[in-house]
């Protein structure tokens, strides 16, 4: 799968999936926006790829501001040339909690990183997809995006969000050669994963899909890479489980 001669977006690039992304991309020959709230880290990943010969460029993105997600398309135009595709990753889960004490501040918060968030990326992305005649758009969502999870009533509620914001620009752009998919991850072995429960607590203590273990970050960037080659053209609109069989019985 080759990406050679295309401008790729990726956002929460900094660690974890989105690094990863990072790393495929660049190996597949994409020029590369690496974009992060954190922006030493993002600096890092860039400087890396740049090191390997890639093409690489960071820059600081909340991507719940809409000015830093206006920004960060025009800094692909600007340095690239263009946008072909996009790897929307940037997303904050939250400690286990009750529904009933998740307070009203982390709701707003998950929800405009999560949903919000997708959909400020979609918004900047598309002209640019538009100007170069198509393309392909990844949102990373959550296999709760597309099932309940106990405790994690926030950040469900967000990616089901994120899943449907994805269907529904699928059916929108489709005539405009642009796809747009979801990739639903179960749990990833990532360090961020590790910080958000409970002390003494982890996330591999959780597994209960069949395969036994939790994916890997490149697991998932392989599937985004997929998705935004050739190789998926007839892909729009789904929902793409990566989570070892977790919800087969």
């Known amino acids: 799968m080759r990406l050679d001669g295309k401008v790729a977006i990726i956002t929460g690039a900094a660690a974890g999936i989105g690094e990863a992304c990072c790393d495929v991309f660049a190996a597949a020959g ?10 030493a880290g993002a600096h890092m990943v860039a400087r890396r790829l740049a090191d390997k010969g890639a093409s690489a ?38 400690t286990p909690t009750p529904i009933q004490e998740i307070d009203v ?17 979609l918004k900047h992305e598309i002209p640019a997809l538009l100007k170069r005649g198509g393309g392909s758009i990844v949102n990373i969502a959550s296999g709760a995006g597309t099932h309940g999870a106990r405790h994690m009533g926030a950040y469900v509620a967000a990616k089901h969000a994120a899943v449907g914001i994805t269907r529904t620009a699928a059916i929108e752009l489709a005539p405009h050669r ?22 003494g607590m982890k996330w591999s203590d959780l597994v209960s899909n069949p395969t036994g273990r939790l994916g890997e970050p490149h697991e998932v960037a392989n599937m985004a890479l997929w998705l935004a080659s050739d ?10 489980a990566i989570d070892g069989g977790k919800y087969l019985s």
């Not at 692909?76 to 040339?81: D, S």
């Not at 979801?182 to 072995?189: D, F, Q």
């Not at 190789?231 to 793409?240: D, H, P, Q």
């Open 231 to 240: 190789r998926s053209t007839f892909v729009n609109g789904e929902a793409i």
């Open 178 to 199: 642009i796809r747009v998919n979801a990739v639903c991850p179960g749990l990833i072995a990532t360090a961020r994963n590790n910080q958000n429960l409970p002390t």
């Open 57 to 94: 460029v960071s820059i600081a993105v909340d991507v719940s501001d809409e000015q830093a997600c206006a920004d960060m398309v025009a800094l692909a135009v600007k340095r690239f040339g263009g946008l072909d595709c996009a790897v929307n990753n940037a997303g904050i889960a939250h």
């Open 105 to 121: 501040a982390l709701w707003q918060r998950v929800w405009e990183v999560d949903a919000l968030g997708v959909a400020l990326c």
């Open 30 to 39: 994409a020029a590369i926006v690496v974009a992060d709230y954190d922006e």
